[in-house]
């Protein structure tokens, strides 16, 4: 008797289940296959709910339904956020948000501070470039989507997060900070000599385009001659204001094409006639999306040579799309090819001129954002020079 019972209750959801997803699919002209899909995810929805030991909430059903789905792309920048995840990420880029000051990459299953900002919690607790994060509140993150390991690193200002960080060559430590308002100037720089200039763009936020071109004007009215854009550690951030930056260096033509699946095109374009000085773009390991796309536009232009290390490698465009519930999805929508139609996707910029850090010469240069000349920068100088000399 039981066994005809449990029987007859599969089949019962099993026939409400295929009913529901006749309608849907009449409704919305979904093929086939497509119906048996969906027939089997409303009737394991509706098994859960009806036979499940405890009670369970339809609608935390279905986000794990969309987690779960998202989580089978395999891609670490595609990930569901919950409301409280999508209210923190919508925050991101304006500029000022609360946090401890560091800038993170997901990369082969490890999740690494690209960049810490200058006098931010995270620089004054001992956080470095390179540490890679283990745990956020005892949490692994492993056992987090790695989307949400910087949103899960925000909170509420004035409350403590512990980090669990591995450095190459020490032990595992926890480290204990406390979150802050964190404003960010993204550009920064001055001139090194009477003819050469010096720009650190640190990310690329809402306001870093014009950022950037008041500084510009700035130093090309002290008689900037030619410029060493450093863009070391820099993880991304807005194409667009990349893009505005990129129409100031960057000769006429395409900057960047954003191709989605179906093959259509977006193509960002300069009116800039030519070249207005030489440049030298610095480059490292950290250097990610935006600023990839920056280095890939002067590198396939001609317009700068670029000095340093591989970069990072991510050539994908998310989006972030409303769920109606006060959630959200952030999607890998396309990737971006540089003018001479290359994806670093994977792969990253190579430099023109490798100079890794190894052995750093230190000289003190006392600018905005960096205190130190290193064998990087040095090298740029001596380019940089020989090309204001021999045009």
Do not use: W
């Not at 509140?137 to 492993?142: L, M």
């Not at 979150?179 to 640190?202: N, P």
């Not at 870093?208 to 060493?228: A, V």
């Not at 990129?246 to 699946?261: D, K």
């Amino acid at each position: 008797m039981k066994k005809k019972i449990f029987l007859a209750v599969i089949l019962s959801a099993f026939v409400g289940s295929i009913l529901t997803v006749a309608v849907i699919c009449f409704l919305l002209g979904i093929d086939g296959k497509s119906a048996i899909n969906l027939g089997r995810l409303f009737s394991a929805m509706n098994f859960i709910e009806s036979q499940y030991v405890h009670e369970v909430e339809k609608d935390k059903l279905i986000d794990g339904a969309i987690s779960g789905m998202v989580r089978s792309l395999g891609d670490p920048h595609s990930v569901y956020l919950e409301p409280k995840l999508y209210s923190q990420l919508k925050v991101d880029t304006s500029g000022s948000f609360g946090g401890i000051g560091v800038y993170m990459g997901f990369k082969n299953n490890v999740v690494q501070i690209l960049s810490v900002i200058p006098d931010g919690p995270g620089e004054k607790s001992g956080l470095k470039a390179g540490d890679s994060i283990l745990a956020v509140n005892s949490e692994p993150v492993s056992e987090i989507d790695y989307g949400e390991v910087a949103l899960k690193i925000r909170g509420e200002v004035g409350t403590p997060v512990e980090l669990l960080i591995h450095r190459d060559g020490e032990e595992d430590k926890t480290y204990t900070i406390t979150r802050e308002i964190i404003k960010v100037q993204t550009v920064a720089g001055k001139m090194l000599d009477d003819k050469m200039a010096y720009i650190r763009i640190s990310n690329f936020s809402e306001n870093t385009g014009k950022e950037f071109k008041s500084l510009l004007t700035k130093l090309e009215g002290e008689g900037l001659k030619g410029l060493i854009l450093d863009l070391r550690q820099n993880p991304g951030g807005v194409i667009t204001s990349c893009v505005e930056v990129a129409r100031e260096i960057v000769p006429a033509g395409p900057i960047v094409s954003i191709i989605q699946r179906d093959g259509s095109k977006e193509v960002y374009t300069s009116d800039l006639k030519a070249p207005k000085f030489p440049i030298v773009v610095l480059i490292d390991q950290n250097s990610a999306s935006s600023s990839e796309l920056l280095s890939g536009a002067l590198q396939d232009t001609k317009a700068a040579t670029i000095v340093g290390v591989k970069s990072y490698g991510k050539g994908s465009v998310q989006t972030l799309i409303p769920m109606f519930h006060d959630d959200g999805l952030k999607l890998t929508v396309a990737k971006y090819y540089t003018p001479n139609g290359r994806s670093i996707d994977g792969v990253g910029i190579v430099p023109d001129v490798e100079v890794n850090l190894e052995n750093p010469v230190i000289v003190s240069r006392e600018l905005d954002t960096d205190n130190v000349a290193d064998a990087q920068l040095l090298k740029a100088e001596e380019i940089l020079n020989e090309k204001i000399s021999n045009p």
